[in-house]
């Protein structure tokens, strides 16, 4: 059964700063992995996909790599604002026909500091 | 619609008491996910449906949980004689497509709260 971890739990930072979340998955066999975006009381919104074939993906101020073959992906996000403040959920889809029947991480829950 | 509807946004059920959640899907989104969402977790896969069919509910947590979209756009989620366990957010996502397997985007409602005392 695949299993996804997110690390940190949570994390705080002063604006401006450059952070690293991460997401590690047991079983490399994904079709793709996505890095969402959930705000408090809110659904969640889609911020970047890497397909299984992609090394990283990049939107503005946010950039996401995936290695494979060791089931690790890092979400970049570049000079913080407070606005930045939510939780951040990674997400794999399994390369067996399931399409969007996502196996969601814990999440990270970043706050930034004005 | 604009987005993923669902309701009630906040439901409170006494132990024993069967819930009825609803989601209107984007119009002419194909496919409809349910996910639980306890609290401090991420979301767990429920159910997904294409069309009117439903083509997985492997994530149906017992026979208490029922869902249906019998005209392949509105959708409900059943749950009979709630428990304390079932307290958690329950999130509906739909995408445009049908292909089962799919690099398309994914769009969330923003939840019904179930609080089961």
Redesign the interface.
């Known amino acids: 059964k695949q299993e ?1 971890t ?1 690390i940190p739990a949570a994390l705080s930072v002063p604006e401006g700063e450059n952070l690293v979340l991460n997401c590690s998955f047991t079983d490399s066999a994904i ?2 992995l ?1 890095w969402f975006r959930q705000d408090p ?6 911020l970047l ?1 890497i ?1 299984s074939s992609q090394r990283e993906q990049t939107s503005g101020r946010l950039n996401a790599s995936l290695d494979k073959s060791s089931g690790r992906s890092t979400l970049y996000i570049a000079a913080s604002q407070p606005g930045d403040s939510a939780t951040y ?1 990674c ?1 794999v889809s399994p ?1 067996n ?11 990270t829950r970043l706050m930034v500091k004005p | 619609g604009a987005g993923v509807s669902q309701s009630p946004r906040y439901k409170v059920a006494k132990r024993g008491q069967d819930v009825a959640l609803r989601c209107d899907p984007i119009s002419g989104h194909v496919s409809l996910f349910w996910y639980q969402q306890a609290l401090g977790q991420g979301p767990e896969f429920l159910t997904y449906f294409q069309n009117e069919a439903q083509l997985d509910k492997s994530g149906l947590p017992s026979d208490r949980f029922f869902a249906e979209r019998p005209e392949g756009s509105v959708s409900t989620l059943k749950i009979q004689r709630t428990q304390q366990e079932d307290s958690a957010v329950y999130l509906c996502a739909s995408s445009l497509l049908g292909r089962a397997v799919t690099n398309e985007k994914l769009f969330f409602g923003s939840g019904t709260q179930l609080s089961v005392l």
């Not at chain 1, 009381?41 to 889609?46: D, E, I, N, Q």
């Open positions: 996804v997110q079709y793709n996505q009381g809110k659904g969640l919104t889609s996909l397909q959920l997400a390369n026909n399931a399409g969007n029947m996502l196996t969601f991480g814990g999440g």
